[in-house]
């Protein structure tokens, strides 16, 4: 009896152990990037290259602006006091632009895969 509540736990321990591992290595807490006044902060946003990202981005201002990028191809539209996640796929060790396209004239960032 002893033996086989042993081995249960050890099934157990092998299951917590395993999800604790997937947990650390696939996800990341997400890069938070806000949005005050049409500007990003921070509007430099560093990622690891050749893994995927998650950016969540808190708009504070009174009206929606979509996170707009040709380079990462991504176009997400967030109200005005909201957020939205944004995946960032697996990028190439780079540059990649990004704007608030409905306020381009500040609302401007840059991604940097390293
Ligand atoms: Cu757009």
Redesign the pocket.
């Known amino acids: 009896m002893i033996m086989k509540n042993l081995s249960l736990f050890a099934v157990v321990a092998a299951f917590v152990a395993a999800g604790a591992l997937a947990t650390s290595s696939f996800a990341q807490a997400p890069i938070e990037v806000r949005l005050k006044n049409h500007r990003f902060t921070p509007n430099v946003i560093k990622v690891k290259a050749n893994q995927p990202s998650m950016i969540m981005l808190f708009n504070d201002d009174d009206t929606a602006d979509?996170f707009?990028s040709s380079s990462l191809k991504i176009?997400k539209v967030v109200a005005g006091h909201n957020k939205g996640a944004i995946r960032v796929r697996a990028l190439a060790p780079g540059k990649y632009p990004f704007m608030g396209?409905y306020h381009a004239a500040t609302a401007q960032g840059m991604v940097i895969a390293e």
């Open positions: 979509e707009d176009e396209e």
